[in-house]
């Protein structure tokens, strides 16, 4: 299928695929809660605790960014509404399709509508949120 035809929800659907994948092949038992009406795509096991976690899918924002959503977005009876995960979710799971990596960021961490992560910048500023501190490396902060 190529990327002109994929819908949103098809996109949403591999990163969810890919990454579960990458959490089992940590050792992490994973969950799907029934049906659609949770914020979070999954249950991660780390053994010592539960993390509700919504997978996102990354888009290139300008150069060396990317950007995902953090809000949800819905139509109920005609209306547009936004939402916020936080106090609902513990955590995205963030796949970058350009470099195919995954991210996790902390609900804590997270801004209320959208996230930039960046992969280089002209300046050191402490607004930045440097992509390379966010990159699952196996282990669930």
Known sequence: MSSSTTNTKDKGDETEVKVISE????????SLPFGDNDK??????????????????????K????????HSQTTQEGEYHENSYHG???AF??????????????????????????FEAEIE??????AADYEFDGGIP
Not at 40 to 59: E, F, G, M, N, P
Request: charged share 25%; hydrophobic share 35%; glycine share 2%.
């Open 125 to 130: 500023h402490p607004s930045i949120n440097w």
């Open 23 to 30: 959490l089992i092949s940590h050792g992490y038992s994973v």
């Open 93 to 118: 799971a963030v796949r970058y399709p350009v470099n195919e990596k995954l991210y996790w960021i902390d609900i804590d961490e997270a801004t209320e509508q959208k996230m930039e992560l960046r």
């Open 40 to 61: 979070y795509d999954l249950i991660v096991d780390d053994s010592d605790s539960l993390h509700r976690v919504q997978c996102k899918t990354a888009w290139n924002n």
């Open 63 to 70: 150069p060396d960014t990317m950007r995902f959503n953090t």
């Open 88 to 90: 609902e979710i513990d």
